[in-house]
């Protein structure tokens, strides 16, 4: 009897989804719970199941097709495994099993599960060689996704026998990066026993130029800078030309092509303006976490009516406060008092007074939130992320202190997890910390506002009639005017600028 493939219960604010990909065709076998088709809605990517093992025996939505929820995709019937497929199967657990050179077990390298929300990953780096000793929980290589940096570790004492995905390549969830070897180091034995960079099994990524090897990475890099392979010494197993052969050869100009005749050499030359000292330039791909946060902002300018308010808060009481009570308050948390946490808790309560704020829009519903969960700009090596903090109203602000102390140091080792990245209802960002006197930050979609906090200066202010030099700091709300008017995005400054110059109505609520 066959048993229908269904699309998945869409979320309320989803109504239809497209089918994006089947990972099987009609006739193939499947398992139990393997990923069959994948449903693209206009917020995540939704993976089908296969309910029961058979085979795929009809397919009723085809890719690109628009489906509802619980729409029936497909039929599975019972039957069993193709005889090739059966017997590749076979053959890839026998290679996966097999025994390396040195005697140990040999186990595949995968990529992490990635989250729905995200596709495919970047193998940033490779801490580890071919042949190199490692040990179990060691960490091998790094995959950069467009929201965090994820980490593959060994899965016992050994080596890496085989690497299948070079730096810079593309991965899926789940994808075989690498082959392990339990036991000692091996690259000599390895090196031996194991075929030539141009066999059956690295023909799809290497390629052979003349007598030369060269890995995918290195073969990118030739072409860019215009290299002459065969002025290029490999370093690899075999002589197999890697990344890092062509960098230093880039560096030094050692493997630059023959030159044009002399003539128009000397042409060109006389032609080109003389230009003193050396004119470097440098070529980098573009993180994923770049890529994300330019698409992101150029959809918050595009999809949002932005503007920006301004005011102006006198510092004064704030520090005096950090000031007297600083040592104790080391003593007492041991966490430094920062300015962060008071601006957190004035925004919490400026936040309940202006509820239009607090909300986010969704597609042509506005979701008012009975909670204040802010996001707090860090700034890393890889890019600006947003961590959460999770209910500000109730915390204390020695518990905003020790939270954004954590999120920097864990975010500048790249080791926040995507859960403490989503879900917020408003940002602040501090762009004093870097010496901005005065700046419009740019929404986070979904939400409709974001603080900015700038350096404070000593300023010349009028203060009951004379003349006062005062620590100030400007302040700037951007918001989207779709969603609050400007009445009450300037209320809700003026709200902030209070509650930090008398910071005593925190405490009374008033």
Not at 130 to 152: F, M, P, S
């Amino acid at each position: 009897m066959a048993t229908e493939i269904k699309a998945p219960t869409f979320p309320e604010s989803v109504a239809e989804g497209s089918v994006a990909t089947w990972h099987k065709k009609a006739g193939d076998s499947v398992e139990r719970d393997e990923l069959i088709v994948e449903i693209e809605t206009d917020k995540v990517v939704l993976e089908v199941l296969a309910p029961e093992a058979g085979t795929l025996t009809e397919v009723l939505a085809e890719e690109g097709d628009i489906v509802e929820s619980e729409q029936v995709l497909g039929r599975i019937g019972e039957g069993k495994a193709k005889k090739s497929d059966a017997k590749a199967e076979k053959k890839d657990d026998a290679k996966a099993e097999k025994p390396a050179s040195g005697g140990g077990k040999q186990h595949e390298v995968k990529a992490p599960t990635f989250p729905e929300s995200i596709q495919e990953g970047t193998v940033a780096s490779w801490n580890k060689q071919v042949g190199e000793a490692v040990t179990r929980d060691e960490v091998l290589a790094e995959i950069e996704t467009d929201k965090v940096v994820l980490e593959v570790v060994a899965p016992v004492d050994g080596f890496i026998s085989e690497i299948r995905a070079e730096e810079g390549s593309q991965v899926e969830s789940e994808a075989v990066l690498a082959i392990f070897t339990e036991g000692a180091g091996g690259s000599a034995d390895t090196a031996a026993d194991e075929p030539p960079a141009a066999s059956a099994d690295d023909g799809a990524s290497d390629e052979k130029v003349g007598d030369k090897i060269l890995a995918p990475a290195a073969r990118k890099l030739v072409a860019e800078h215009d290299l002459d392979v065969n002025a290029l010494k490999g370093t690899g197993k075999g002589g197999r030309i890697l990344k890092e052969d062509v960098l230093k050869a880039v560096k030094d100009g050692s493997a630059k092509k023959a030159s044009k005749p002399a003539a128009s050499a000397a042409k060109a030359a006389a032609a080109a303006p003389a230009v003193e000292g050396e004119r470097p330039e440098k070529r980098v791909p573009m993180s994923r976490l770049r890529q994300t946060i330019a698409k992101r902002l150029v959809q918050a300018q595009q999809t949002a009516a932005m503007l920006t308010t301004y005011n102006e808060v006198d510092m004064s009481a704030v520090m005096d406060l950090r000031a007297q009570y600083k040592d104790a308050f080391v003593k007492t948390h041991d966490v430094k008092l920062g300015f962060m946490g008071f601006f957190v808790k004035a925004a919490s309560e400026a936040l309940k007074r202006f509820p239009d704020v607090n909300a986010s829009i969704d597609g042509t519903d506005i979701v008012y939130h009975g909670y204040q969960d802010i996001g707090v700009a860090v700034s890393t090596d890889r890019g600006l992320v947003v961590p959460v903090l999770r209910d500000t109203d109730s915390m204390k602000i020695a518990d905003v202190e020790k939270g954004i102390v954590d999120f920097g140091k864990r975010a500048r080792d790249g080791k926040l997890g995507i859960d403490e990245m989503q879900g917020g209802t408003f940002t602040i960002t501090n762009g004093g910390t870097f010496g901005s006197l005065m700046s419009t930050p740019i929404i986070n979609p979904p939400q409709t506002a974001i603080l900015g906090m700038h350096k404070i200066q000593d300023r010349p202010m009028a203060v009951n009639g004379k003349v006062e030099i005062r620590p100030m700091m400007y302040l700037a709300v951007s918001y989207d005017h779709r969603m609050i008017d400007g009445k009450d995005a300037v209320r809700f400054l003026v709200t902030i600028k209070e509650l930090l110059e008398d910071p005593s109505r925190l405490l009374l609520d008033i």
